[in-house]
């Protein structure tokens, strides 16, 4: 298995509080990736970092930020939760051709 | 705009048998795919992929066809065993390594004994 640890694993908020889940790396991988799992749309990328400090805009990225300050850990802040970011959160890695992902952390957002 | 599909989201095969998974896609410009298959409470595992160069992967007991006049992909898994219950999602990139995948909706695996 790929070294991909996500914390927190669950998380209960509330709307208008803001939300940071940490991915973090053992396999010195340049790429990082989050992404969000819903019923209907199967995995959608939000952000993703091509190395320390660079980082691009996926499918979902509108109410997320992200941040990458070492190559191990990778960052997602939601500002101000709104329930419509309730869902389970996957980052994913990749050295090259594949992505491998990490257990997931469910978010709910009351 | 779902660029990948999976249209059955559920499938159940008898233990011993084959089980075939379909994914079709839209863009033209998808040139690698893979198939991932995930666990309730685990992130999804990479099982096979396939660049459009080729027509067929197989590995072990899984095989990936890629018909891309069709824009359609398949997984056959030979015998199905019931550890392979799961649910399995098709993705697919403009080229190999490329960022952004694009994953279809999954579909449930259930292996019967």
């Keep these: 298995d790929a070294g991909i640890t996500q914390s927190p694993r669950h998380k209960v908020t509330e709307t208008g509080t803001p939300v940071t889940l940490r991915c973090h790396q053992t396999e010195n991988h340049r790429y990082m990736y989050w992404y969000r799992q819903d019923p209907g749309h199967g995995l959608r990328l939000i952000h993703y970092s091509y190395g320390v400090k660079d980082t691009d805009k996926g499918e979902v990225s509108d109410g997320y930020s992200v941040s990458r300050s070492k190559t191990e850990d990778f960052l997602l802040t939601l500002e101000s939760a709104t329930s419509s970011q309730t869902s389970v959160y996957f980052c994913a890695i990749s050295g090259g051709e594949t992505q491998y992902f990490g257990p997931g952390t469910r978010l709910l957002v009351l | ?113």
Excluded at chain 2, 32 to 55: H, N
Excluded at chain 2, 71 to 76: A, F, G, N, P
Excluded at chain 2, 100 to 110: D, K
Aim: charged share 15%.
């Design chain 2, 1 to 113: 705009d779902q660029q990948v599909k999976q249209n059955s989201p559920s499938l159940s095969v008898q233990e011993g048998r084959i089980s075939i998974l379909n994914c079709d896609y839209t863009n033209s410009m998808f040139d690698y795919f893979l198939w991932y298959k995930k666990y309730p409470a685990e992130g999804p595992t990479f099982l096979i992929s396939i660049s459009s160069i080729k027509d067929k992967n197989e590995d072990g007991r899984f095989t990936v066809f890629l018909n891309k006049s069709a824009k359609h992909l398949s997984l056959h898994i030979v015998p199905s065993q019931p550890g392979d219950s799961a649910v399995y999602f098709c993705a697919a990139s403009v080229q190999t390594g490329a960022n952004n995948l694009f994953f279809g909706t999954g579909t449930r695996l259930t292996v019967i004994p």
